[in-house]
């Protein structure tokens, strides 16, 4: 199984440019998903205004990538607004009246913010095979870049303007570059392990997690070989410094800089009414409107909102429940769901290939496995941290909040069967060779088959991407990116009025116009067209799980009906006599 580094990397640029023309391909006729709303009009009041007071409760720089092509369109600002001069955090006003209602392109902002997001999943890409490549073996790197590039997820969301994707990157950079620095402790190794750790903690507030990460491995790594713990602990937290003065702090500084600080005091006092920690919240209202401090105090202002959300959670529909508390089992259940079988096959072996070498070597030398597999150890380590805190966080919206750890999933399963392909007699490498080939082949057929709908993407088990709504929905399944085409079936059916409840980030008013109008749960007794979001459907007809006491079943009326049509895979379209 020996390959030459050309042919791999031949190889690599092929995949890469595959994930990227299917990503621009498959999301030309999505429109505008939930968290787009906020996020678009976010990044670009970053950049026209630096003043952050829309969308503080997630950092600016995926939002700033995905703004970067908007500068160069004429476009009008609602800065006149009441959501920009009134409202505490009115981004969702504030996103309708900007890509809607302000005489701009709607299509035009959408299409051109999602193109550099298409960039950073591709540039991720490139980033998880460097890292497999430089810490294992070619061969593993090209098997872990095969299971990203054909990964249903990490297409899905990789065409968003939405966070998930710069969490993963963030996650692959800070890992990559903390690992060189244990390793080789030089000043360099220092100062970019700080950069990446303070870019990391830029892209996503869930990576907080790397601090105890980092601090875990740390730890491990001088134990495991003898080396000057107090000489690894200075120098991490030099890199810890490093990441809030030279990287958060500057970032949060020209982000705030029209930003007034009365204004910024007041809707931190606002916002964090119902925050818990009494500490926390006077430490982030004092910080608010003093110079300099005021940054890194916005900064944990965000930090705070979305520590409070996942710990409050969400309502939302699973496994025919209604619930605003959250499911333990929900991320598991989801992450088996939403992954391709073939993938789950290709755990299944690795795991079975590294047991049968563990029982050979009867269990022994645990602690010179992790001294000589030292990068092994930290993923997994990541992979319980982050895990953990998912499944116990009530915040279950989906499983692209745990597409941080897929990249490590790549990296583990692909460097245990490529080392057992090569140290295996040549019966048994030519077996596991063919079973290889024909898990990835079916691997790339289930991700080639739901094409163009990847956000719908569920694997068999759970009915393939016309059928997982039976189990969630949410950014698992109905996100809003099927209205454009409810428009064209309206247009091609020549449609005159159609009652529709939507849930998403496009603007039904926008592309119906006055064939529209609002479907209300009461609203049974009515004839004609009806279209409905199947997230709004399955939460109006689910059952209340154990504790939950507001309404369900409104719309069981129109789960009793058959649909007549959808409008992609998330709305299903009804005619009722």
Known sequence: MNMSNKFVNLCAFLLLTTMLVTSILSMKNDSATMDELAHIPAGYSYLTHQDYRINPEHPPLAKDLSALPLLFMNLNFPEESSAWQNDVNGQWQLGTEFIYQSGNDADKIIFWSRIPMIVLLILLGWLLFKFAKDFFNKESALLVLALFSFSPSFIAHGRLVTTDIAATFGVVLATYFWLKFLTNPSKKSVILAGLSLGTGLLMKFSLILLIPFFAVVTVAYALLN????????????????????????????????NYPAERQLSDTKEILQSFPME?????????????????????LLGLLMATQRTASGNTGYFLGEISGSGWWYYFPTVFFLKVPLALHALAFLSFLLLLLKCVKARFKGIKQWMRSHFAEFSMVVFLLIYWFVSINGKLNLGVRHVLPTFPFIYILLSIGIVAAIKNSGPKLQKTLVVLLSLLLGWYVAS???????????????????????????DSNYDWGQDLKRLRNFVEENDIER??????????????????????????????????ISVNQLQGGSGNPAPGYDQPTGYYNWLKEQTPVARAGTSIFIYYLE
């Open 498 to 531: 159609i009652r529709l409840e939507y849930f998403g980030g496009g603007n039904p008013e926008y592309y119906l116009k006055d064939r529209y109008l609002k479907l209300n749960p009461e609203d049974k007794y009515v004839s004609g067209w009806v279209a």
């Open 447 to 473: 991700s080639i088959t739901c094409f163009p709908f990847y956000l719908s993407y569920f694997n068999e088990i759970g009915g393939g991407y016309m059928g997982g709504y039976e189990y969630v929905v």
């Open 279 to 299: 500490s926390l919240k006077s430490i982030c209202t004092w910080a608010a409107d003093k110079p300099v401090v005021r940054a890194p105090g916005h900064y």
């Open 226 to 257: 003898k080396k000057q713990f107090s000489r690894y602990a200075l120098l991490a937290l030099v890199s810890g410094l490093t990441a809030l003065v030279f990287v958060i702090t500057p970032v949060y500084l020209i982000h705030t800089v």
